[in-house]
């Protein structure tokens, strides 16, 4: 069975390539002298192995197929490729997972021995750092290289308050961008991650190419190892697709908790992944910030949301959000203890589909634009040594509670305090 | 004079008493078959409410993305709806079981209509629970996204999209059931015409001062938003 029916045009390109030793997506937006960058850092790559570039033939200026070939073998071939659907737009997380699955399925064609995806564009201006993705994957038989980019206070801010540190506290790796998006795969991986995508598909449990991936090589005890990296240029926010973001992005994740769970609750404490490189640190900007936007939305939501909240909630929850949503804007302040049991009893809500899981993942926007505000508040005049120890106060809080987790995952009827 | 009053009073007590006790027979079948029809439903509501608990009726309807009964009382779970449909329908049978026993034409031809008619109640019946579903579901909708996109008439909008989609249900369930269909129809015009009325009233004049504020709210947002602001999310 196929995982990604391959196009017939697509069909010839590998084809015309035959094998390789590994496949890089490219899903950034790179112009004829980026994507000439990336193909001058993997030939840099130890023993000159044989690679494919797939670029994303919705790209600005699609390179023709095999153009930067210069016909020695060595060269990568550069092969345009549909990875990014652009018809589905405000969805970037499903497009960003099909395109991993796309390039799952042309690295096994091509039966090569890692794969890459770049699909972000660093500040810092290294293209080495393409090569340094790949080059654990076929020197040193990892099997996940995971990203971590100097991260400044109000980025990746999903990623910070629910991802890094429910998947380090559920698998016991500390990962800190487990989503990248920017990762190296090992064949290993990437087969086992075709292979859940070919079972799930007989089954409603659909593994995410993009969010199961950490979680797979964690509970499988694969060879994870982080990259230090350069900040990240994120996309703009888009305020009226937050909900729409939180929910392509908390479901995959939740579905995974339930998938795993067998693995996670065997897992007590965490601990360090090798890395690679040295930590990079970026400016902050230490002026105020504006939260009344965010803190009105909560308001907005125990005005509005009680009666959807008690369902997922327990009272003791709902009575100090009532007490938050009463603080000025001043004083406004969520408790990290508190976040977390948020993100519990809504990742069991999931799993007992409570309400329509749609809707719980949505109705969770305005508890999560409060714990954004509350965490602007604490380090909007932090600097990096101060953001890192909040977000590490914020990390030990779930490793804290797991077994609040643990218990209403196993008896969620008995145990409900 | 009074042999003939005597004999009449004989007469029309004999007469009373044959009639009811030709009635008796009717009566006694009557209950027997309503006893029976409520054991029997009972019995048949409990195995198929089992049966259904079994095979996760609730939850499988949540995952085809009908509302969830999860979040609702047990009274109001699918599972226990159905099965007492289920008995509701037998206890009918044989409530017009037992009046056919009775053999008046009368009772005949009730139980007939009855008959006829129940297919009409059955269709109404589906398309008020539907109905009542789909009107939920989209209350739901529209409450959590009004909610995200920072709207103070979020409730308002749920309330009025949810009372909308529940009247439509309702004329229609009153169409299949034939009860005065021009009527209905001129009711549920005015009805839906006067929900979209109040809704634009309430918007317009009704929350005047509120959907004022929202919107010089959502201009200053607009303009905050055209200063680059740190926050990124994914």
């Not at chain 1, 659907?85 to 021995?113: I, Q």
């Not at chain 1, 080059?135 to 038989?141: K, T």
């Not at chain 1, 729409?244 to 994740?253: C, E, K």
Request: glycine residues 6%.
């Amino acid at each position: 069975m196929e995982v990604e029916p391959i196009s017939q045009p697509a069909q010839e390109k590998i084809e015309q390539v035959e094998n390789a030793d590994l496949v890089v997506g490219v899903l950034a937006q790179l112009d004829q002298a980026g994507l000439a960058s990336v193909c001058d850092s993997l030939r840099e790559l130890p023993g000159s192995p044989r690679v494919a570039i797939l670029r994303d033939d919705h790209a600005a200026n699609p390179a023709p197929a095999t153009s930067a070939s210069d016909g020695n073998g060595s060269s990568p071939f550069v092969l345009p490729w549909p990875l990014l659907h652009s018809e589905t737009p405000g969805t970037p997380v499903v497009n960003m997972s099909n395109a991993f699955r796309s390039v799952f399925s042309a690295s096994e064609k091509l039966g090569a021995r890692a794969c890459c995806v770049i699909a972000s564009q660093l500040e810092t201006k290294t293209p080495q750092w393409y090569s340094r993705l790949a080059a654990p994957l076929l020197e040193e038989n990892l099997d996940l290289v995971a990203p971590h980019y100097a991260r400044r206070k109000f980025e990746g801010l999903l990623n910070s308050s629910i991802i890094s540190p429910l998947l380090r506290c559920l698998y016991g790796k500390r990962i800190y961008n487990p989503m990248g998006p920017d990762l190296g795969i090992s064949r290993r991986l990437f087969q086992k991650m075709l292979g859940m995508i070919r079972i799930a598909r007989a089954g409603e449990n659909r593994a995410h190419p993009l969010a199961s991936l950490a979680p797979a090589a964690l509970c499988d005890n694969l060879q994870v190892c982080e990259l230090h990296l350069g900040a990240r240029v994120y996309p703009p926010t888009d305020w009226t697709n937050i909900s729409s973001l939180v929910a392509q992005v908390l479901g995959p994740i939740f579905l995974d908790m339930e998938r795993n769970a067998p693995c996670w609750q065997r897992t007590r404490a965490s601990v360090p992944v090798p890395t690679i490189g040295e930590p990079l640190f970026v400016s902050q900007d230490t002026g105020t910030v504006d939260i009344t936007r965010m803190v009105e939305s909560f308001q907005l939501g125990i005005r509005d949301l009680p009666e959807i909240w008690g369902l997922v909630l327990p009272p003791s929850t709902l009575f100090e959000l009532r007490k938050l949503s009463r603080l000025s804007l001043d004083q406004f302040r969520m408790p990290d203890e508190l976040w977390v049991r948020i993100v519990y009893d809504f990742a069991l809500a999931h799993r007992l589909r409570t309400i329509n899981r749609d809707h719980l993942l949505r109705a969770m926007t305005p508890l999560y634009l409060a714990w954004v505000a509350s965490y602007a508040h604490d380090v909007e005049s932090a600097g990096p040594a101060a953001m890192e120890q909040r977000l590490e106060r914020l990390s030990v809080a779930y490793e804290t509670d797991k077994s609040y987790l643990v218990s209403r995952w196993r008896w969620p009827d008995r145990f409900n305090p | 004079m009074w042999e003939q009053v005597k004999q009449a009073l004989a007469q029309s007590t004999a007469r009373f008493l044959t009639g009811f006790a030709n009635f008796l027979p009717g009566l006694a079948a009557f209950i027997v078959a309503l006893l029976i029809s409520i054991v029997l439903g009972c019995i048949v509501a409990w195995v198929v409410r089992r049966l259904l608990v079994g095979m996760e009726f609730d939850q499988r309807l949540t995952r085809l993305g009908i509302p969830a009964s999860a979040e609702s009382s047990s009274m109001k779970s699918p599972a226990l709806v159905v099965s007492r449909t289920i008995a509701a329908l037998i206890i009918m049978v044989g409530f017009l079981i037992g009046l056919e026993a009775f053999g008046a034409e009368w009772t005949s031809l009730l139980a007939q209509t009855i008959f006829d008619y129940i297919p009409h109640v059955l269709g109404a019946a589906l398309v008020l629970l539907v109905g009542g579903m789909v009107a939920r579901f989209l209350a739901r909708s529209v409450l959590i996204g009004a909610v995200n996109l920072n709207l103070h008439y979020a409730r308002l909008l749920s309330v009025g999209v949810k009372w909308l989609v529940f009247v439509m249900a309702v004329a229609m369930a009153l169409e299949h059931l034939k009860i005065a269909p021009g009527i209905v129809k001129l009711a549920f015009g005015i009805l839906f015409g006067g929900i979209v009325f109040s809704l634009s009233l309430a918007v317009g004049l009704g929350s005047k001062d509120l959907i004022t504020k929202s919107l010089e709210r959502d201009t200053q947002k607009a303009s905050a938003e055209n200063v680059e602001e740190p926050f990124r999310h994914v």
